[in-house]
């Protein structure tokens, strides 16, 4: 329901007609709407945690590290490590959540025009309306590739101040190889643009990430997360890769202290457990190409997916949505017509999505 807000209320009339973003949360047996990581963390993850929690709050009665220095460092590391880069704390800015990542970037360099390439994550839009930034859609093909040829020539006509990539692709799960981020670098920065690289879902792709091209392309920035191969998403903790001059401009927008101690301390420690906390992306992506198979045993069209989700075809997608809810399984219908989106789950819950999805075609047949 869209809100009536009061003459009294001085909302800006471009936000008026807007709703809150958010997928339903309703109660469901396979929770499979918002391509969070199914596995909690383990014992020893959860005593490390408390044990920090515990030092932290000791000193609650100070703000944290304004620049999240240690936090930073270990991203680095990480990054480093997986991506073989070579990346300091001055190459990385972490924040609650990309989310936020993304609208500090917006912050920065939005207020003007910004282009991305639809279907994708829809937040990138939002928070483009919410800066007051003008979102130009810049067209896929058919299967939801990018033509590179044509998307160089929307960035050269449109002449936008950032232009999004987001690799693996929510909601479609689909990739762009690193020599077509490379061919779009190029134009982008032939019109004095910064190319955002969303890869909330990078560890769950074979394709080598976009932080290796920063280094001879200033204006490439990338966005990552830890809500999803890093099963951390109630602890909000995303994080930019960019050149340490970007890093310094988001500094510029940033609130003081963004990021709190709790939330510095426990990424940490989190980042100290990667190896045992990783080790679920090999079983997510293994699970994600059988569930892909039965999909595609049952007749329905499935997208190549290099993330921890899939976007499927159906006849009716509403009905589907509400017959698999109605059997206990929530999965997102994200507004595409003919599809839907199923996060992948842990063993259970994977079984319950295919079992009730055979039970509703039957229904339908
Ligand atoms: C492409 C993409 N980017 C960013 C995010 C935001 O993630 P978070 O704010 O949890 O880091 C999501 C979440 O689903 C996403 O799909």
Same mark, same amino acid.
């Given at each position: @329901?869209?809100?009536k807000w009061p003459?009294? &209320?001085? &909302?800006?009339?471009? &936000?008026q007609e807007l709703t809150p973003y958010g997928a339903p949360q309703l109660e469901s047996i396979a929770q499979l709407n918002t391509n969070e990581n199914p596995f909690p963390p383990s014992k020893a993850l959860v005593d490390a945690i408390a044990a920090k929690a515990s030092d932290v709050a000791k000193t609650l009665n100070r703000y944290p590290d304004r620049d999240a220095i240690e936090l930073r460092k270990m991203l680095a590391i990480f990054i480093n490590e997986r991506e073989g880069t070579a990346f300091s704390g001055e190459n990385i800015w972490p924040a609650n959540g990309s989310n936020e990542v993304i609208q500090s970037l917006f912050l920065a360099f939005g207020g003007r025009t910004a282009l991305?390439?639809?279907? $994708?994550?829809? @937040?990138h839009p939002l928070i483009a309306q919410n800066t007051s930034t003008t979102w130009v859609k810049a067209d896929r093909e058919n299967d939801f590739s990018i033509n590179v040829p044509l998307a160089c020539e929307q960035i050269r $006509?449109?002449?936008p101040e950032m232009v999004f990539l987001t690799t693996p692709n929510n909601p479609t799960g689909t990739s762009i190889s690193i020599a077509d981020i490379t061919k779009i670098a190029q134009t982008v920065a032939d019109v004095g643009a910064l190319l955002v690289i969303d890869e909330a879902y990078a560890e769950f792709s074979q394709e080598p990430s976009a932080t290796t091209l920063i280094s001879n392309n200033p204006h490439v920035v990338v966005v990552r997360t830890m809500s999803k191969a890093f099963a951390f998403a109630g602890a909000r903790v995303g994080y930019l890769v960019a050149s340490p001059v970007a890093v310094d401009a988001m500094k510029i927008v940033r609130l003081p202290y963004h990021l709190s101690a709790m939330t510095q301390a426990i990424a940490i420690v989190a980042l100290e457990h990667r190896v045992e906390l990783l080790r679920s992306v090999d079983a997510l992506i293994s699970s994600r190409n059988r569930i892909a198979e039965e999909l595609a045993h049952l007749g329905l069209p499935v997208l190549p997916s290099s993330a921890n989700f899939l976007l499927f075809g159906v006849n009716s997608p509403t009905k589907v949505w509400q017959s698999l809810l109605d059997q206990g399984v929530l999965i997102r219908d994200v507004g595409l017509s003919g599809y839907l989106r199923v996060t992948i789950g842990n063993e259970a819950e994977n079984s319950l999505f295919i079992s009730a999805l055979q039970k509703t075609l039957r229904g339908q047949a």
């Open positions: @329901m869209r809100p003459a009294w &209320l001085p &909302l800006r009339e471009d &936000l991305g390439f639809v279907p $994708s994550y829809s @937040m $006509s449109t002449k």
